[in-house]
């Protein structure tokens, strides 16, 4: 009976950011049914601004899920997205209103922002510098220099037809679901998948396991920074303007949509389906607040909240996975 009792729990504990998700899309529904007799969640409208409100973190806390799941964090991703919305932004404007220069300026501008990754690479899987302390470093670093390349912390404004249609109506929401879709099947599918989490679960057994932890920290740091300079590009994209401090609020939703979706910040656990879910929690958070007329600020509260009964909830299930 005890051991049913520790499954059943054990069952909740993994599955309550799903029941939370669908909890709040009730809530809102409710709402909206009452008070103006329509629907929060059959509007397309709602639907296309909550998963435009997700993409962008959503694109950041994928790489963030890899990053993670190795016992790692990355706090530099937020102003390396900056630095990519700023250059995708200068690498457009000579072309003018061309769209083929959008086939330079795409690829440079990820070139340019796997530059941070590599360092941060080099810093934690070759010198050994703590992930938090080399990341920071990185923040600080991609921050500075993304506000010089935007001349004097200004935002530079483009207007290039073959950009724009990247942030166009779904398509940024398309877009990250297809990469997401990609990323779900490398880390649950594949042999890269299984070293994450034996790295994360403990580096010691996977080095004797023969994983060469170094250079797959290495690549974990690299695909983290390319994916904060796709979340960039499509900022960039849907405003028309690239901004240096366009990833600075996302940095912070990242780490938690990867923690509300389950994973453990000591490692080895997570998936980008949970991430997902995550994202989507707090992007239902902020545009249902909106929705139903309360103070902006108040989203920072309840989101703050979510995040401590994430980490509640993941001791909680080390606990369960300890009297199992």
């Keep these: 009976m005890e051991n049913s009792r520790l499954d ?9 950011p799903w029941l939370f998700l669908c909890a709040l899309l009730v809530f809102f529904e409710v709402w909206a049914q009452i008070s103006d007799h329509r629907s929060f969640i059959f509007n397309a409208y709602n639907l296309q601004s909550i998963g435009l409100a997700a993409s962008a973190p959503l694109l950041l806390a994928i790489g963030q899920t890899f990053v993670i799941i190795t016992a790692g964090i990355d706090l530099s991703v ?3 997205m900056g630095l990519a919305a700023v250059c995708v932004a200068q690498f457009t404007i000579p072309g003018g209103n061309a769209p083929w220069i959008v086939l330079l300026s795409i690829p440079a501008t990820i070139l340019v922002c796997l530059v941070p990754g590599l360092v941060n690479g080099v810093l934690i899987a070759r010198l050994g510098v703590p992930a938090f302390i080399g990341t920071l470093g990185m923040y600080g670093v991609a921050r500075g220099v993304g506000f010089l390349a935007a001349g004097s912390g200004m935002t530079v404004p483009v207007n290039n037809p073959g950009l724009a249609w990247f942030g166009h109506g779904w398509t940024p929401v398309v877009l990250t679901a297809i990469l997401l879709l990609i990323m779900h099947f490398v880390l ?3 042999r890269f998948g ?12 996977a080095v004797r396991a023969g994983i060469n932890v170094r250079r797959h920290l290495f690549v974990i740091y690299l695909i983290a920074a390319a994916f904060a300079a796709i979340g960039g590009i499509v900022y960039t994209s849907r405003f028309a ?12 939703d990242s780490i938690a949509a990867v923690v509300i979706g389950g994973a453990s910040l ?7 389906i949970g991430t997902l879910i995550g994202a989507l929690i707090i992007a239902v958070i902020e545009f249902g607040l909106v929705f139903i007329d309360v103070n902006a600020f ?8 979510v995040i401590i009964m994430s980490v509640l909830i993941d001791q909680y299930k080390e606990r369960l996975g300890g009297a199992q």
């Design 8 to 16: 059943r729990l054990a069952l909740i504990s993994r599955i309550w």
């Design 298 to 305: 108040w989203q920072f509260i309840v989101v703050g909240i």
């Design 266 to 272: 000591f490692g080895g656990t997570g998936n980008v």
């Design 241 to 252: 303007a690239g901004a240096a401090n366009a990833g600075e609020p996302m940095l912070l």
């Design 78 to 80: 937020g102003f390396v």
């Design 188 to 190: 649950s599918k594949t």
């Design 194 to 205: 299984q070293y994450t989490y034996a790295i994360g679960g403990n580096p010691q057994s």
